[in-house]
């Protein structure tokens, strides 16, 4: 047995303490706390451990709001206060820049969100054998199914869903095998066809399955759920499928209206989608925007409020196609969207040596950029970038070669989409320009 006092939160969840000059890191604990632990996997300067009790309780630490939580995977924080939850963050984001990127950031402004049923997309884990079915999401650190009835960091409408996903899953039609369910809800979206805006969700389901579903499963479904905007039956490698419904659901933020689709993606915090953008676009106006990663035109479509132009760059057909409709939506014709890899689409501007455009956004997946494209970014000589990061890790090493080509930070911001768990997001702006002279007293 170990006999711990936990120094400090990692990104990822666990805490950090050392014994005998190894680092030591298990999950459920907070700074400051003396815990009893026993290993699990051992390294000759590391050890993964277990916690088994907590001796010396931080101040910090509250009872959790989930019945699952330490046996689901999903949260990592639930054991601390929101307002710490902050705190630790704020810390973790600094010294993952500092220790990966030896990059030496300023203090981030703190955007919070309600701590509960913020999430608007839910991705549960399903099994069917015989008569029994079950939901839920994968236990922790397994991936054993962890039944569920309920998830409080989900919005209201994706809660309502859970029951009627369960019911439907004990019918005999409902077929055998292991499969997934992504609820998407709409709050407060538009009607596609009356082009109306309703205060009642819309719900977008995304089913992934070792089998085809009959008519009839599909029709007690959308019988079920009556707001069912789409449905959509992928085979498990996600490439086939049958789509019930008009493929998408419209979703209103910032006074924007746009169309998602089943294979798009969409900002999952239901209070913030429209903070983030507004954030992200704060005080920027110029002639050319680039918008790398750009979706469905979250960030493209405010972007051309203020830019003569937006090239809006991305590589999944899906989310283009919705692209097209957003701009159309909003008369955005100063959009112009590009359907390409976004490290591919640098190399030719770099290649045609195209003028460097006033600003670059871009919103990369938790792998980031790359080595390789933050080069041929810093290369093309935008005097602005905002680099939207879900991941500090990618986000340290993506900014190493930018800030050796003469950028610098001019803010960083946390904006806490994922309370309850580790998950970053942060919005890290850089420019060329420099600094103001302070003004004299």
Same mark, same amino acid.
């Given at each position: 047995?170990?006999?711990?006092?936990?120094?400090?939160?990692?990104?990822?969840?666990?805490?950090? !303490?050392?014994?005998?000059?190894?680092?030591?890191?298990?999950?459920?604990?907070?700074?400051?706390?003396?815990?009893?632990?026993?290993?699990?996997?051992?390294?000759?300067?590391?050890?993964?451990?277990?916690?088994?009790?907590?001796?010396?309780?931080?101040?910090?630490?509250?009872?959790?709001?989930?019945?699952?939580?330490?046996?689901?995977?999903?949260?990592?924080?639930?054991?601390?206060?929101?307002?710490?939850?902050?705190?630790?963050?704020?810390?973790?984001?600094?010294?993952?820049? !500092?220790?990966?990127?030896?990059?030496?950031?300023?203090?981030?402004?703190?955007?919070?969100?309600?701590?509960?049923?913020?999430?608007?997309?839910?991705?549960?884990?399903?099994?069917?054998?015989?008569?029994?079915?079950?939901?839920?999401?994968?236990?922790?650190?397994?991936?054993?199914?962890?039944?569920?009835?309920?998830?409080?960091?989900?919005?209201?409408?994706?809660?309502?869903?859970?029951?009627?996903?369960?019911?439907?899953?004990?019918?005999?039609?409902?077929?055998?095998?292991?499969?997934?369910?992504?609820?998407?809800?709409?709050?407060?979206?538009?009607? !596609?066809?009356?082009?109306?805006?309703?205060?009642?969700?819309?719900?977008?389901?995304?089913?992934?399955?070792?089998?085809?579903?009959?008519?009839?499963?599909?029709?007690?479904?959308?019988?079920?759920?009556?707001?069912? !905007?789409?449905?959509?039956?992928?085979?498990?490698?996600?490439?086939?499928?049958?789509?019930?419904?008009?493929?998408?659901?419209?979703?209103?933020?910032?006074?924007?209206?746009?169309?998602?689709?089943?294979?798009?993606?969409?900002?999952?915090?239901?209070?913030?989608?429209?903070?983030?953008?507004?954030?992200?676009?704060?005080?920027?106006?110029?002639?050319?925007?680039?918008?790398?990663?750009?979706?469905?035109?979250?960030?493209?479509?405010?972007?051309?409020?203020?830019?003569?132009?937006?090239?809006?760059?991305?590589?999944?057909?899906?989310?283009?196609?919705?692209?097209?409709?957003?701009?159309?939506?909003?008369?955005?014709?100063?959009?112009?969207?590009?359907?390409?890899?976004?490290?591919?689409?640098?190399?030719?501007?770099?290649?045609?040596?195209?003028?460097?455009?006033?600003?670059?956004?871009?919103?990369?997946?938790?792998?980031?950029?790359?080595?390789?494209?933050?080069?041929?970014?810093?290369?093309?000589?935008?005097?602005?970038?905002?680099?939207?990061?879900?991941?500090?890790?990618?986000?340290?090493?993506?900014?190493?070669?930018?800030?050796?080509?003469?950028?610098?930070?001019?803010?960083?911001?946390?904006?806490?989409?994922?309370?309850?768990?580790?998950?970053?997001?942060?919005?890290?702006?850089?420019?060329?320009?420099?600094?103001?002279?302070?003004?004299?007293?």
């Amino acid at each position: 047995m170990l006999d711990l006092r936990i120094e400090k939160l990692v990104y990822g969840g666990d805490g950090l !303490a050392r014994l005998e000059g190894r680092t030591v890191l298990l999950p459920l604990v907070l700074p400051g706390e003396r815990v009893s632990a026993e290993p699990v996997k051992e390294e000759p300067r590391l050890i993964h451990a277990r916690l088994t009790e907590v001796r010396e309780a931080s101040a910090s630490r509250v009872a959790p709001g989930c019945p699952y939580f330490a046996r689901c995977g999903g949260c990592h924080y639930q054991h601390a206060g929101y307002d710490d939850q902050l705190r630790y963050k704020a810390a973790i984001l600094k010294e993952t820049l !500092a220790r990966i990127g030896k990059l030496e950031a300023p203090e981030p402004e703190l955007i919070a969100s309600p701590p509960w049923n913020y999430r608007n997309r839910a991705q549960f884990k399903t099994r069917k054998r015989h008569d029994r079915f079950e939901l839920g999401y994968f236990g922790w650190g397994s991936h054993r199914l962890l039944p569920i009835e309920q998830c409080p960091i989900s919005s209201p409408r994706v809660n309502q869903v859970i029951p009627l996903l369960n019911e439907i899953g004990k019918r005999p039609d409902f077929p055998d095998g292991e499969g997934e369910i992504e609820v998407f809800a709409g709050e407060g979206c538009a009607d !596609a066809e009356a082009a109306t805006v309703s205060d009642e969700p819309r719900v977008l389901l995304t089913v992934t399955a070792d089998r085809p579903w009959p008519e009839t499963l599909v029709s007690a479904l959308r019988e079920r759920i009556v707001d069912l !905007a789409s449905l959509a039956v992928l085979d498990r490698a996600g490439t086939t499928g049958r789509v019930f419904g008009r493929g998408n659901l419209l979703y209103r933020a910032g006074g924007l209206t746009y169309r998602v689709s089943h294979r798009s993606f969409f900002q999952t915090n239901r209070f913030l989608a429209e903070t983030k953008p507004a954030r992200a676009t704060a005080g920027l106006k110029g002639k050319v925007a680039l918008d790398l990663f750009c979706g469905v035109g979250y960030f493209a479509v405010p972007l051309a409020r203020a830019f003569e132009r937006v090239i809006a760059v991305e590589s999944n057909p899906a989310a283009v196609r919705d692209l097209e409709s957003n701009r159309q939506r909003a008369r955005a014709e100063n959009i112009e969207p590009v359907e390409q890899a976004a490290e591919q689409f640098l190399a030719s501007w770099q290649a045609e040596r195209r003028p460097a455009p006033g600003l670059v956004l871009l919103d990369p997946p938790r792998s980031g950029l790359g080595h390789g494209a933050a080069e041929k970014l810093a290369a093309i000589g935008a005097p602005r970038i905002v680099y939207v990061s879900c991941d500090p890790s990618t986000l340290a090493r993506d900014l190493v070669p930018l800030l050796a080509a003469g950028y610098r930070f001019e803010r960083l911001t946390l904006i806490d989409l994922f309370p309850q768990t580790y998950h970053i997001e942060s919005i890290a702006v850089l420019t060329t320009e420099p600094r103001a002279p302070a003004t004299p007293r």
